[in-house]
């Protein structure tokens, strides 16, 4: 059980074993709830709401099912555009928030999909919509709204990426704490906005559960998550996640997060072939406890200090290279809420696995982009390979009923 | 390249009818609700909706219990207009079925229609006093069996008379290939494929006879080497991947056959009058799971030759029905505006001199364009079907 600052409603009914009382609506910020709990009417009427200054699924806990899906926009006119963007709002607003689906008659098919059954409950749902660069663009005029960072993800020197799975005009990133959740979310958004976008590339993730504790295990087996700045922390929050205008930043952005996504293969089966020693090596940590190889417990902060030559955790360490506790790096920490993937197998028998590494950072440049510079060549390449993803700019939270994602950009 | 139409069909039109969930305490509680409040209402011959007993409007779940021997449908219709807000079908003897409904002011009946009997009719009742209620069912004005027959039959004429055209492009096709004149035969091929494709042959409607005629390879296997097919996709294979015209003379000859066969089926042959509302949308289902995916391209490259046919066919099929859908479709303009940009669309890709653009020359922002602009119509499509699906009123 852990405290959760976003929850905003929640059906005591539930957490009480389903006593025969009416849902109860309990106030932000009071109220204790499972992380990721196992039986569905556990989480069903979680809800996060859906307006604020920032959207959800940001600082919002992992939830146990991610769908990240890229969009092209079909839309031709800024019109249709702002139409798509209401679209998308209303219909995130909606599903995040749960209810029963309007009886549109006997003449239309049904409404909704069903997946959820007769009433959708919220699950945890949260809706995280980004722009990219290919947004800004001749087709609608927004060249000069362009967040100032924003650009085409470019091939690092350890990447592999296909293009045909990276970048796109917009990014949804729908987490719930169940998969028929995202993927319901996601029929129906894209139902609702038939012919204005296009899917270019989705990809679903999961989040595991703790084994035993601590932060959740990627597929290479290791605590992924632990080094993150704390989201309980506003004014950190301020200076490493959330974007402002002024400076070369168009007048919109305040609020919003740059979002990178990478999709990484693990080789599996050859990591599965080297030592625990070179495994905990690579990373500088350890792979059962998570803690650095300079400490005993998971959240024990890294020593370089006492380690000046890299005898403990050696200098080429992911975490070391990703922060070297130097005060330039303090600005450099990005917000990791990245999720695992399970992608079938390749024509060798391989299985395809890997992480969907997600960060938001305030400023792309000097955070995310400084970082992976510095990762290149790192020991870990040869067992992953980046081949996806893009960059975006998750847009400013929607303030009220009236307001809607994007407004501030397209009006 | 989209009209403004398609926006408002689709964002504004299907979506503004899907998107609002109406907000309640929580799944289990509602369930819970309705099961206990559900109203139950006997659907017997001699007391068809019984049980109504304090009618009010709004959200409300009726459970309809089937009190005969047999096999039933069960229809809550408005008493004054006859149109539906609930079309309970294949409710067996004594089985019990929830079905839900929101209703404003007005007087109402149960209609049960056993599967052997005529139409019971129930007592009418009246709900009134209730103000502004959110999201009332919209009622149905039902489409008979009878009312679909001449639209039916008037859609039927239009296929007889494409059949001797068809007939002439095949024996043309055959004769080119006699001749030797391969560039000949593969205009032929074209314009005898595109006019099949205007036919509506979608899921079955031909039976086993558009197997013969525009049948596709046996799986794991393509047109070329799957020496058991037939008809356009073979012919298709062969004429586009260097085979001899001498080689190929011999399959137009039995399309010239299958094609004739098929003339003669068609005059014979019935069609069930539920078949004209899903034509007019599968149609199109399967222009995009076949040719918009490349599935069935054989060599030639023109699928999207084939999509102008089958929009061509969608508008055939949908025509006949305008009548009945005007009165019951608000957006039935949207939708033939929406195919009208369809076709636009898809014809940019045909050069001056009368070329497709094979869909793999497309670039991709091309064929997102193409793919969204084909999703849009088919969701404005969608409906008719359900509108038009013949349903009992006495
Ligand atoms: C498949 C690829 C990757 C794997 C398996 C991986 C795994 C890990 C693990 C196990 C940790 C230690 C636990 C923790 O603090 O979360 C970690 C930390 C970290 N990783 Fe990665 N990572 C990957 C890619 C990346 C990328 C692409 C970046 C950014 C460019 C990155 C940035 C970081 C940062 C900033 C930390 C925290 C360092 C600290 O403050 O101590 N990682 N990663």
Redesign the interface.
Known sequence: MRRDPEVTGV?R??LLG?AAA??VAVAAGSTLLPRSASAA?DT??HQYAFEGVHQRGILTPAQAQASYVAL?V???SK??LV??F??IT??AR??T?????????????P??SGVL?????SDGLTITTSVGASLFDDRFGLADRKPARLRRMEDFPNDDLDRAVCDGDLLLQICGHHQDTTLHALR?IT????????V?WRRDGFHSPPRPAGSSRNLMGFRDGTANPSTADASLMNQLVWTRSGGDEPDWVDGGSYHVVRQIRMLVEFWDRISIREQENIFGRRRDSGAPLTGSKEHDVPDYAADPSGEVIQMDAHIRLANPHTAHAKKQQILRRGYNYDGGTDANGNLDMGLIFTCFNADLERQFVAIQKRLADEPLVDYVSPFGGGYFFALPGVRDHQDWLGRRLLT | ??S?D??RG???G??G???????????????ASSASSAVRISAGVDDCGKGWASPHGG?QTFELHNTTVAGEEVHLENAATGA????VESLGADARQQA???LGNGTYRFVCLPSDGEAALGAKVTITGSKDVA?A????KPVTRNELIPALKSYQTWVRGRLPVLQTQVQQLETDLKAGDLASARASWLAAHQTYETLGAAYGAFGDLDGAINGLPAPGKTARQDHHLEGFHRIEALLYGGAPASDITPYASRLVRSVSDLRSAFVSGRVDPVDIGLRSHEILENALEFELTGRTDAGSHTALATVDANLTGTREALEPLRTILAE??PDLAATERALDTSQHLIRTFQGADGEWTPLSALT??QR??V???I?????LL??VA??CDPRRTS
């Open positions: 059906s009914r539930n389903g009416g849902a009417t069903a009427s092209d079909t839309a031709s019109a249709e139409d798509l209401r679209t209303s219909t909606s599903l928030k749960g209810g029963t689906p309007p009886d549109t008659g006997l003449a239309t098919p409404s909704d059954g007769p009433v959708v409950p129906e139902r609702a906005t038939r012919g204005a976008m296009q270019r | 390249m989209r403004i398609s926006r689709v964002l504004a299907i979506f009818a899907t998107l609002a969930l109406t907000a309640c305490g929580g799944p289990s509680e509602s369930a959200r539906l807000y609930l079309d839900t409904v929101t999201g069912t919209p009622p149905l019951r479709y991709r922002s997102e364009k793919n969204a602009q999703d849009a119509t088919l969701e969608a409906p359900a509108i």
